[in-house]
């Protein structure tokens, strides 16, 4: 069967509440980076009349918010990640009266909207920043500003490392050194001065009043540092980061941050919520992060870090379950995002990789909690990896020994229609060059072809809101795989969940699990799989094979059922 054939008989259009009221506890997030999606005025950057004009697109596609990157004033020396002014939108993007008109438009097509907030560094050009290089000692003291080591002072004060590769120290003209853990155009702040916390608190408020529905926190495990910023003594701190404990990230100093924006978000009407980008040694440092008085979610990188491997699939999805089960949040899953290869490329490229991909992505919808959709996923859109030296602009690209740099490659323009670049993204060109052949993954393409990956998804998302064992963690605990009956089940099953997730015995390489009404089988081999079949198949990412009581599962593969 193909995915376009149930779909509609067991969909319905109004959304499952979860059993605790909260939203975004079994909540569709799509990422929109902005300057990528869809560019209104022929510059070739993205905007945000581009995005309002293109919120029928999401909609349609079945998700509940999307989630903005930031559009706020910028030199864009880290594409937006260095914030000059955190009440304004960068003339590149529009006008705060275009971010006004997006939300109440988007609020219209009942999607929430999330905004970026980055509270770790500020822009060079902040003028917080400009007054600490003129000399002022109060400005000073809101960023790490230390002298140096040496003799002279002529070596930084600690040995930590830039993500984007170098050190994490630049020298002013007066021999102070400042901190940065990204780029030298994103100073640190010193979250330890009460005039910081002050700020940030008044940004929350500026934009929660315009009816932002939540925030993103960008590095949300980095506000806080070790007292004395003590030496890490090793180099190639980057990949470090989210496998051991490290002076600069994941410090417990930040959740006084975090529990103070809770209360903050608490006392607005309408679920307002906190997101994390935290990265953690372990799922139980991450799920600290969403307790209880916390954030309301953290993103999961450890599943978007995962190989194509059912082994390593198994234990990311239990050990993030159990982690987030104890304090009572939802577990959250990723594919790709802005910083990633994506996953097409990632699973090995070409047919293969694009079978996985589709794949894994029945797989991420049909796990408790809520899935981040990062924007051209739904395309299939593979990693652009021949992009030209000159074209590039990620920071990390332009220094050594951090990351790969080759991020731009996963942020090229969608492809929207036509048969030629910019294929409907704007009236000119785009910022950076889109391959030939994109017109056949654009949405005009797709929309309507039963095979094709944007179809998969909106067939998966309405199923998703449809079916009453799906998406919310508290989804009831029944259990029945169809063929096999209910004491069969439960004899075979090795561990279940609150959430009412129960894994199935299966053969080597493939994943079973079961939750109320609904079975999902995974097979990662290369070549078919036959198996007893655990209900009615509802949705496949490619064609299987049933004749009601065995199945032929296809290679890279996932199959949605019911009984």
């Known amino acids: 069967m193909t995915h376009d054939s149930t779909a509609v008989q067991l969909a319905s259009s109004s959304s499952k509440a979860t059993a605790s009221g909260g939203w975004w506890r079994d909540a569709v997030i799509y990422q929109v980076y902005v300057r990528s999606f869809a560019d209104s005025d022929g510059d070739g950057i993205g905007d945000l009349r581009g995005v309002r004009s293109r919120l029928p697109h999401l909609a349609r596609l079945g998700v509940d918010a999307v989630w903005l990157t930031p559009f706020y004033v910028s030199p864009q020396a880290d594409g937006g990640y260095d914030v000059a002014d955190y009440r304004a939108v960068d003339p590149l993007f529009g006008d705060l009266s275009d971010a006004d008109e997006l939300v109440r438009a988007a609020h219209a097509l009942g999607l929430r909207v999330i905004v970026d907030v980055v509270p770790n560094h500020t822009s060079e050009q902040h003028p917080w920043f400009r007054a600490a290089l003129a000399g ?332 009453p064992g799906l998406g919310a963690p508290e989804a009831g605990t029944g259990h029945g795989p169809g063929a096999m009956s209910l004491a069969e089940a439960e004899a075979e099953a090795e561990e279940s969940y609150p959430c009412g997730m129960r894994w199935q015995s299966a053969p080597e390489g493939v994943l079973l699990f079961t939750r109320p009404g609904f079975a999902c089988t995974l097979n990662s081999r290369s070549g078919p799989v036959e198996l007893p079949a655990p209900g009615r198949p509802v949705l496949s990412s490619a064609p299987v094979e049933t004749d009601g009581r065995t199945v032929r599962l296809p290679p890279d593969s996932c199959t949605w059922w019911s009984w």
Request: with cysteine; proline share 9%; glycine share 12%.
């Open 136 to 467: 002022d000692p109060g400005a000073r003291e809101r960023y790490h500003f230390r002298p140096g080591r040496g003799a002279r002072g002529e070596l930084p004060p600690n040995d930590w490392e830039s993500i984007f590769g170098g050190p994490a120290w630049t020298r002013v003209p007066d021999g102070a050194w400042y901190l940065h853990l990204f780029a030298p155009e994103q100073p640190d702040l010193d979250w330890d001065h009460p005039e910081v916390a002050a700020e940030f608190t008044s940004v929350l408020r500026f934009w929660l009043d315009l009816g932002i529905d939540g925030f993103r926190v960008d590095v949300a495990h980095g506000m806080v540092k070790a007292p004395g910023l003590p030496d890490i003594g090793r180099g190639a701190q980057a990949t470090l980061i989210g496998t051991e404990p490290l002076p600069f990230f994941d410090q417990d100093g930040v959740h006084e941050i975090h529990r103070s924006w809770r209360r903050l978000l608490d006392s607005y009407a309408g679920g307002r919520i906190g997101v994390a980008e935290a990265w953690a040694p372990t799922s139980e440092r991450l799920a600290l992060y969403v307790r209880p008085d916390e954030l309301h979610q953290a993103f999961n990188f450890r599943f978007l870090n995962c190989p194509w491997d059912p082994a390593a699939m198994r234990t990311v999805i239990d050990e993030s379950l159990a982690a987030t089960t104890a304090v009572g949040a939802p577990t959250t899953w990723v594919l790709s995002n802005h910083d990633v290869v994506r996953h097409v490329t990632r699973y090995g490229g070409g047919a293969r990789g694009l079978a996985r991909a589709r794949a894994a992505a029945l797989l991420m919808l049909a796990l408790p909690g809520s899935a981040y959709v990062y924007q051209g996923e739904e395309l299939g859109l593979p990693e652009v990896v021949d992009l030209p030296d000159e074209v590039r602009q990620d920071p990390a690209f332009l220094r050594t020994a951090g990351q790969d740099g080759l991020r731009d490659g996963c942020r090229v323009p969608l492809p929207w229609s036509g048969a030629e670049p910019p294929y409907g993204f704007g009236p000119a060109g785009s910022w950076l060059p889109q391959p030939a052949g994109w017109g056949d993954l654009g949405v005009a393409a797709q929309t309507g072809d039963p095979h094709s990956t944007l179809e998969l998804y909106r067939a998966a998302l309405e199923l998703r809101r449809a079916m």
